[in-house]
DNA sequence: CGTTCCTTTGAACATAGTCAATAAACGTGG
DNA sequence: CCACGTTTATTGACTATGTTCAAAGGAACG
């Protein structure tokens, strides 16, 4: 788990030592559970130890929308916020567990790089969300979608190189990319149809990195 | 201005006299400039003293996706981040007057829950808008969209229940929207059509405030 | 080993995009 | 203040992308 964090910031003993220790704090929840339920507030930010889940909202005719998926080792939720309750449910796509997150006491200058980062990482991927649900058509926002997890598994360590194991169903993809479940599948053979990916069950493998990248790359950033 | 920030938290006098004092710092923008350009570091936040600007991005091909707008009396960018670079280039879509985000210092603690409720607006925007693109429709996205202005108008002050002006093109509006400046016409038609709002120009009137709101409710929140 | 959930496929349909032409509004220089 | 050029708004006809509805085949799980 430690890992991620280590990724993005110098972290030294004392937070090191605070993060093993929230560790031992470790939390379970079922899937399809709500980790964070709707309306309450997050007392302190979570780390996600082990598994998926996601941020959703839901129109009043019961359409979905997953705001941001959470993948192992990020963070939910943050430190110096002011909402009363959060702004959307936090839900398990698998069984996870999450510990609270250590808040950056003295001397933990890497804790508190650590989930600025994170913060930051958090703004960055939904701006990306923004575009890829704004602009690109079904095609480009799955591969777009996998290159940012491809990314974001990288980063929490644990796999480079290797294909991702993505334990989700095409209906819940369908409620991240604002597509049906239906064009999720069509969407995905036509990706194995030009040898971008390879599926074999829930692993996923990203045949052609670059090509991917560079079909869904933006001006400037 | 300053209307915002003691709508959003409790202001005491530190907090107003550094307000006071970084708006006759005032900094001119013209229309289509950049506020905060491509892939430099804000300094310091800006408060956007008066017009409306926006963070965008754009595709390798040039498609573009206007990720948030910014209203009067709104933060730009904010304290406490990592970035090296900012996310998305910010652009005035008007003549616009920004300063320079005073920092909350010592006892001032108006200034830093100001800051702190304008950061989670800006993510619960943010969330709106992703939900938006997602999952509504054309119809529904303009209401949205209409409703959510509407609100933040509100909140800066200056116009309260009074029509918007809302100083944008269409094909601005449909690059917000995710959708094309053709499409955005026939919407806005069809909402004159179905008498929820009126079009005098720049000048937005909600006709059926209820009614708009009741069309995009979102379950919970 | 049956039930349920998930994936896959087809056919018909709906929504939004594209291309193009015209009209209206706006801005600028004379 | 008017004439001109440019941008923006409006409308129509056609096309493309994604949805809906339905059915059947597979995989997972008690």
């Not at 790089?113 to 958090?122: F, G, I, K, N, T």
């Not at 819940?172 to 069950?201: M, W």
């Amino acid at each position: 788990m430690v890992h991620r964090f280590t990724a993005i910031a110098a972290l030294h003993d004392r937070d090191l030592a605070a993060l093993d220790a929230a560790g031992r704090m470790a939390r379970h929840v079922a899937q399809r559970r709500e980790i964070v339920a709707e309306g309450t507030k997050l007392q302190q930010p979570l780390l996600l130890l082990d598994g998926w889940a996601c941020r959703t909202r839901l129109l009043a005719d019961g359409r979905r929308q997953i705001l941001q998926f959470v993948l192992p080792g990020e963070v939910i939720g943050n430190f110096g916020t002011s909402a009363l309750t959060t702004l959307a449910p936090v839900l398990a796509l698998t069984p996870i567990a999450v510990c609270p997150a250590p808040a950056p006491g003295a001397g933990m200058t890497g804790l508190a790089e650590a989930y600025a980062v994170s913060r930051d990482l958090e703004e960055r991927y939904l701006l990306r969300q923004i575009t890829r649900l704004g602009r690109m058509n079904a095609y480009e926002r799955m591969v777009d979608w996998l290159c940012e997890t491809d990314e974001r598994l990288n980063l929490s360590g644990l796999r480079d190189g290797a294909p991702m194991t993505v334990p989700l169903t095409q209906e819940i993809i369908a409620d991240a990319l604002g597509l049906t479940n239906v064009h999720v599948n069509r969407t995905l053979a036509a990706l194995r149809r030009d040898k971008l990916v390879q599926v074999e069950g829930k692993t996923i493998t990203l045949l052609d990195r670059n090509a991917c990248r560079a079909m869904v790359r933006t001006r400037g950033f």
